[in-house]
């Protein structure tokens, strides 16, 4: 199969540092590569992959001081993909929804997966128009708020078997891996770690939109003693700071759509202690992988029970759920059932003025919500690939 994989420009593919997106397009593109298909990877110059590389950039534009305009690359990476779209059986993007208007005019089988959260009203009248674009979820939970899309299936993201080292032996103390933001709730994480009287390593970079909160609200917790503040970490350290770890913390305050970090440290063998928000009960199996848990005294108490905690058990459900292979597969059945549907009539909606009338009932009364209200869920009769 001739695949192209449409990834942001942000971060290269796999990033150096932080960035899930360009990690899980540069795992799903080497294993597409090692399962004998041609695929052409469109993404930042730096990046490294077996497969074709086509870039508008010679590097990743999160780390480059003299990009100034992250839009204009974006726009010429949209040329060159759809310059060369004749070429592949399929088209996969992962740039969210950039890509829909040169859709609607390009007769070409493609599938877009969604990485980020899409409760957020703005979204309604986007999808409103566009629901008739292929769609794919990380997580049957992330798709809830716009469950009335063309979903073609669910696919958990996958990490190569032999990325993360596994460690039979607990360490000593508590990781937190991620960003420094609000949802993500570092400072749920240090009360866990002083409420249980444990070590806490933080290894978390700060964007700038984030930076007056890390000052203002975490910067001074950071001074308790058990609390050890790393910053951003490569992927050569991720791996020791994650399997050398008593357990990972997972105290979200949001729907997050998947949450890498939890299968990286179940790859490891080490356990997350999760709050049950977003797709946390579908990635974790609770008592087995991890422990879910409500609220911060549920979390101290899910760490006595680590004491026991099967690892080498841990490992084997990454192994049996979340690798790369079946990920790969996973999105193959789904290329093959868009490619052979791909010669028939994109939408059978009727138009008005031009417009494809949603197929949703529930868009009128969403669009009313008012200002960051939640969304109504409705029922979804997609196909999932999990």
Known sequence: ????????????????????????VSYLTEELVDQGHEVTLFASGDSLTKAKLVSPCAQSLRLNPNCADYLAYHVLQLEQIFQQAHLFDIVHFHIDYFHYPFLRRQDIAHVTTLHGRLDMPDLVPLYCEFDDIAAVSISDSQRTPLAWIDWHGTVYHGLPFNLYRFNKHQGKYLAFLGRISPEKRVDRAIEIAIRANMPLKIAAKTDAVDRCYMEKEIRPLLDHPLVEFIGEINDASKGEFLRNAYALLFPIDWPEPFGLVMI??????TPTVAFRRGSVPEV??????????????????????????????????????????RMAQDYVKIYQRVIDCSGRARSTAPRQNGAI??????????QGKANGAPLAAAGSDAISSH
């Open 1 to 24: 199969m001739r695949i192209a994989q449409v990834a942001p420009l942000y971060e290269r593919v796999p990033p150096l540092y932080y960035g899930g997106t360009e990690r899980v």
């Open 357 to 366: 009338v949603p197929r949703c009932d529930q868009v009128a009364a969403d």
């Open 264 to 269: 990286e440290a179940m790859a490891c063998g």
């Open 284 to 325: 974790l199996d609770d008592q087995i992988s991890g422990y879910v848990v409500d609220d911060v005294e549920q979390a101290v108490e899910a760490l006595k029970g680590i004491r026991h905690f099967d690892r080498a058990r841990c490992r084997r459900v990454f192994e049996e759920r979340f690798s790369a292979r």
